[in-house]
Nanobody
Framework: QVQLVESGGGLVQAGDSLRLSCAAS????????MGWFRQVPGKEREFVAAITWSGGRTTYADSVKGRFTISRDNAKNTVYVQMNSLKPEDTAVYYC???????????????????WGQGTQVTVSS
């Protein structure tokens, strides 16, 4: 089991930036990738970005590509997402998740993630 704790959310204005952090603990030796997802009321949880733990290969949703940057610090067992040029449509609860070995599903799919954080609220006003 991996425990995940997100932080860094808040209320910002359109065009502003935020950096979210996700600290992992527990059985972190078995992590294949970590990802960020977001969800708004009444909608399905959607993929934002992911990064493989060993190689640092990144994947982004089209909606955030060029604006968001995912990174990780393996020594700190922490993944980050730097969110720039925020838009009101980015408003959501942001969740981090860990895809543990064995890896079986694409990193953009919720199905491949075993552990989820509690979420952190990001609100972007216009």
């Amino acid at each position: 089991q991996v425990q995940l704790v997100e932080s860094g959310g808040g209320l910002v204005q359109a065009g502003d930036s935020l950096r979210l952090s996700c600290a992992a603990s527990g059985r972190t030796f078995g992590i294949y990738a970590m990802g960020w997802f977001r969800q708004v009321p009444g909608k399905e949880r959607e993929f934002v970005a992911a990064i493989t733990w060993s190689g640092g290969r990144t994947t982004y949703a089209d909606s955030v590509k060029g604006r968001f940057t995912i990174s990780r610090d393996n020594a700190k067992n922490t993944v980050y997402v730097q969110m720039n040029s925020l838009k009101p449509e980015d408003t959501a609860v942001y969740y981090c998740a860990s895809d543990r070995l064995p890896h079986s599903s694409p990193v953009f799919s919720t199905a491949g993630y075993e552990d989820w954080g509690q979420g952190t609220q990001v609100t972007v006003s216009s």
